[in-house]
């Protein structure tokens, strides 16, 4: 059973940062890819960040050089390090891990940004 929980979420004001984790259990961690996402209020859940197992990353354009996406294999564990964080940031940040054909998601953690 795979579990994801999310974590580093909080209140921080415009131009600050935050860097978010995502601890995985079960199996196999360093072979699946992963990925962040958000959901602000009235909206849809969006993509934010990619990596794959070998590394690889892919961004939204809104948070193209600000954010960035890494994993620590041994850990178990996917980051998101947020600079330069905007008013419009405000979101539910959403870890995901990819199984083929099947996604698994974690609780959330909100990200605050006042302005």
């Known amino acids: 059973q795979v579990q994801l929980v999310e974590s580093g979420g909080g209140l921080v004001q415009a131009g600050g940062s935050l860097r978010l984790s995502c601890a995985a259990s079960g199996r196999g961690f360093s072979i699946y890819a992963m990925g962040w996402y958000r959901q602000a209020p009235g909206k849809q859940r969006e993509l934010v960040a990619t990596i794959t197992s070998r590394g690889s990353t892919n961004y939204a354009d809104s948070v193209k050089d600000r954010f960035t996406i890494s994993r620590d294999n041994n850990k178990n564990t996917v980051y998101l390090q947020m600079n330069s964080l905007k008013f419009e940031d405000t979101a539910v940040y959403y870890c995901?891990?990819?199984?083929?054909?099947?996604?698994?998601w974690g609780q959330g953690t909100r990200v605050t940004v006042s302005s």
């Open positions: 995901k891990q990819d199984r083929g054909s099947i996604g698994y």
